[in-house]
Structure formats: structure tokens, C-alpha cells
């Protein structure tokens, strides 16, 4: 679970919590995560 943990602190990172209401574009997001894997 260290990569969903490393996942979703990069996600925090990217969009600070609040942001857009916390809307996170999930396309970038995985796009980012497989290139880190």
C-alpha cells in the first residue's frame, strides 16, 4: 500500500487540499503514476 500512500501525497502536492473543491484530474494523475512505476 507504500505506492497509494506515495500516490496520494504526489496528488496532494500537485492540487493542494481545497483546491477547485478538490477536484483532481484523474487522467493526469494515473498518467503520472504509471510513469513512476
Request: no cysteine; net charge negative; hydrophobic share 40%.
Amino acid at each position: 500500500m507504500r505506492d497509494v500512500k506515495s500516490f496520494l501525497e504526489s496528488t496532494e502536492a500537485l492540487v493542494p487540499r481545497g483546491a477547485e473543491a478538490g477536484r483532481i484530474d484523474w487522467d493526469t494523475e494515473l498518467a503520472y503514476l504509471l510513469s513512476q512505476s
